[in-house]
């Protein structure tokens, strides 16, 4: 026997790590500036997280211009730009 059902087309999704996706998710490529003068570098976002009912991410200290201390640096994905900023290093 054959049954055959028709369906939806099935949506695309992203096929990049490095693909603006919006929530972001663990796993994507995040950029952030080692200084003011120097190209972004790359790193991975941790995972998606509350902090005293705000939302924000976990990722790991050398995703940031200053390792294990807090400079409240920018994080943006997929690239560094004003438009792709996902949040700022507070803790």
């Known amino acids: 026997a054959l049954d055959v059902v ?6 695309e999704r992203v096929s990049y790590l490095t693909s603006r996706m919006r929530p972001v998710t663990g ?10 003068y120097s190209n972004p570098s790359s790193c991975t ?13 976990v990722t790991n200290s050398h995703c940031s211009p200053s390792t294990f201390s807090t400079d409240y640096s920018e994080s943006h994905q997929a690239t560094f730009f004003s438009s792709n900023l996902i949040g700022t290093e507070t803790y």
């Open 45 to 57: 976002l941790g995972f998606n997280a509350y902090r005293n009912g705000v939302r924000g991410f």
């Open 27 to 36: 796993g994507l490529e995040i950029q952030f500036k080692p200084s003011f």
């Open 6 to 11: 028709v369906t939806e087309r099935p949506r």
